[in-house]
């Protein structure tokens, strides 16, 4: 993997379990079926493929690092499961502080795959977007198999998006408008 990949992600590739996963949707009380679901640093693919088990209107996946945005492709290209509810699966290369979103509800979802300064500003830069597009819902669920306190204050400090749910291995952080839409 390319220096320049490394220093932008935590330096440590590893899979999320579907544990993980589970405990953090679940924990987010939504209709899917509304949200475009993004994740960044997505790696081989695994999140997109779990996030497919949900009806989602489209998932995407954002991944810095060339080599591994290359076996999500083929990952995606052959993925098929009889549990899968959304099979609009889009791959992208790219930075994640440079991507723009699609338009509509979105659900942000990162594993642990930004170095704390590069979490802080993409969460900057989507406290701005939330901002400008305030009837936006935005909702992004940060995960961590150790830890959330691995990102310090990374969370704190946002004018426009605010935890919602805090637990150990996740966070999970909404707009004004997201918050109107999570079931309790």
Same mark, same amino acid.
Do not use: Q
């Given at each position: 993997m390319?220096?320049?990949?490394?220093?932008?992600?935590?330096?440590v590739y590893r899979a999320l379990t579907e544990g993980v996963f589970r405990a953090a949707m679940d924990s987010v009380k939504i209709d899917p079926r509304l949200f475009t679901f993004v994740d960044i640093g997505s790696g081989k693919?695994?999140?997109?493929?779990?996030?497919?088990?949900?009806?989602?209107?489209?998932?995407?996946?954002?991944?810095?690092?060339?080599g591994l945005h290359e076996i999500a492709v083929r990952n995606v290209a052959t993925y098929r499961s009889e549990s899968q509810q959304c099979t609009?699966?889009?791959?992208?290369?790219? $930075?994640? +502080?440079?991507?723009?979103?699609?338009?509509?509800?979105?659900?942000?979802?990162?594993?642990? @795959?930004? /170095? #704390?300064?590069?979490?802080?500003?993409?969460?900057k830069k989507l406290d701005q977007e939330a901002a400008a597009q305030k009837g936006r819902p935005v909702l992004l669920i940060?995960?961590?198999?150790?830890?959330?306190?691995?990102?310090?204050?990374?969370? $704190?400090? +946002?004018?426009?998006?605010?935890?919602?749910?805090?637990?150990?291995?996740f966070v999970?952080? @909404?707009? /004004? #408008?997201?918050?109107e839409l999570v079931q309790d």
């Open positions: 390319p220096l320049a990949d490394v220093a932008r992600g935590n330096g693919g695994k999140v997109l493929f779990m996030a497919s088990n949900l009806p989602f209107k489209r998932i995407i996946g954002i991944e810095n690092a060339v609009e699966i889009e791959v992208l290369y790219g $930075d994640a +502080l440079a991507y723009t979103p699609p338009p509509g509800p979105l659900m942000l979802f990162v594993f642990n @795959a930004l /170095a #704390a300064e590069f979490m802080r500003a993409l969460l940060y995960t961590n198999v150790r830890s959330v306190s691995e990102m310090g204050d990374a969370f $704190d400090g +946002l004018t426009n998006l605010h935890a919602i749910r805090r637990k150990r291995r999970v952080i @909404a707009n /004004a #408008a997201a918050r």
